[in-house]
């Protein structure tokens, strides 16, 4: 399993969590990626590593370099070095690119080493099995010329529940000043694929003592995201809501679970379509009412049964309507608590587990 291991990483969270379930009826090696290590060296050294029946490259773009030309040198040394059938789980699926980059020097040489199909293309067909999470992104992989009976959805798998005391919640609650407002939290590293402004937006016109609280539950996974909290905070001056958010900065996985548990509502507001949420896998696992923006892979969740009330897409006003009426109607948020709790059962990280397994038996066949 070729992976990131380290903290403040949802897909090395989403990873360590597989790799658990998986261990029952497969040994699984690790071997780690480090980001912003990518050299050729590097590269060559983790394809050799990656023996046995099957070599699984949890695979994002960010991952193998900082560019399209870092990224196809790193990918096309990685895979040149397997010797095992190779199986990619694709956790964010973009829109197709150009066919060439504009631009200097960087651009001509990515052009020269066909990084455009390599970006969209090559990286994927040259799998025995891709695993993507969303109908979507594989209907995307599909139209590109990736063989549709070597592309699967599996999705991610609900991890097991951690028990949460109450006195742990009232802990945390005390710990960032959360008074007894009711709490709408978001889960996460704060960067530009969630929709901040534009919850704060939808929060706005709330005022008075039953107003609640908006906590961002995380922080910057990387440095650049440190921009995007600061423009946050601005707008909840500008907007008269300083005094009800809280950032608490990114939180130890034990932490995750309480900060959980003192949410009334949870609220994913997705922008993009290109990945799914794994924060919004976990708050499923505590059992949490929540409230995603109606993206696609989104809606394909709900629709499986996970138990989301969706708002529309870019809509501050709708997007507040159905939060409101969450926190007024306790017997709705018990409904999508009842759902979680169905869903974390139906799809759990085990049934993932399971469905992984056979691809790669597919893959050893295949090969």
């Not at 370099?65 to 990918?75: F, K, N, R």
């Not at 809509?315 to 709790?341: I, S």
Request: aromatic share 6%; hydrophobic share 45%; proline share 7%.
């Amino acid at each position: 399993m070729h992976t990131t291991v380290g903290p403040r990483c949802g897909i090395a969270d989403y990873t360590r969590a597989l790799t658990a379930a998986l261990a029952p009826r497969a040994r699984v090696t690790t071997v780690p990626i480090t980001e912003g290590r990518w050299s050729p060296l590097a590269m060559t050294t983790a394809g050799r590593r990656l023996r046995g029946d099957v070599a699984h490259v949890q695979h994002t773009y960010g991952f193998f370099g900082v560019d399209q030309l870092t990224y196809t040198i790193a990918v096309r040394v990685l895979l040149g070095s397997l010797a095992a059938p190779l199986v990619i789980t694709a956790h964010t699926v973009r829109p197709r690119g150009p066919s060439r980059y504009a631009g200097g020097l960087g651009s001509a040489l990515a052009n020269a080493l066909s990084a455009p199909a390599w970006h969209d293309v090559e990286t994927f067909r040259r799998a025995r099995a891709v695993i993507v999470h969303a109908a979507l992104h594989r209907e995307r992989l599909v139209e590109r010329g990736v063989d549709a009976a070597r592309c699967h959805v599996v999705p991610p798998g609900v991890p097991p529940r951690v028990a949460v005391t109450p006195a742990a919640v009232e802990s945390f609650r005390v710990r960032h000043g959360l008074g007894r407002r009711g709490i709408v939290g978001v889960f996460g590293f704060i960067d530009r694929t969630k929709r901040i402004d534009l919850l704060l937006e939808a929060l706005a016109g709330d005022v008075g003592p039953s107003a609640p609280v908006l906590l961002l539950a995380g922080g910057a996974r990387v440095p650049e995201h440190e921009a995007g909290i600061a423009a946050i905070r601005a707008m909840a001056v500008r907007s008269g809501f300083r005094d009800r958010l809280v950032i608490t900065g990114y939180l130890e996985p034990a932490e995750a679970p309480v900060a959980l548990e003192a949410m009334d509502v949870v609220v994913v507001p997705y922008g993009t379509e290109d990945s799914v949420s794994y924060s919004l896998h976990v708050a499923l696992a505590q059992r949490r009412p929540v409230l995603a923006t109606d993206v696609v892979p989104l809606r394909e969740l709900a629709a499986r049964g996970a138990g989301l009330a969706l708002a529309r897409r870019d809509d501050p006003h709708d997007l507040g309507k159905v939060l409101r009426g969450l926190l007024e109607d306790p017997p709705a948020r018990r409904r999508l608590v009842e759902a979680a709790g169905d869903y974390a059962a139906a799809w759990s990280v085990a049934a993932a587990a399971a469905r992984t397994l056979e691809h790669y038996g597919a893959a050893r066949e295949a090969r």
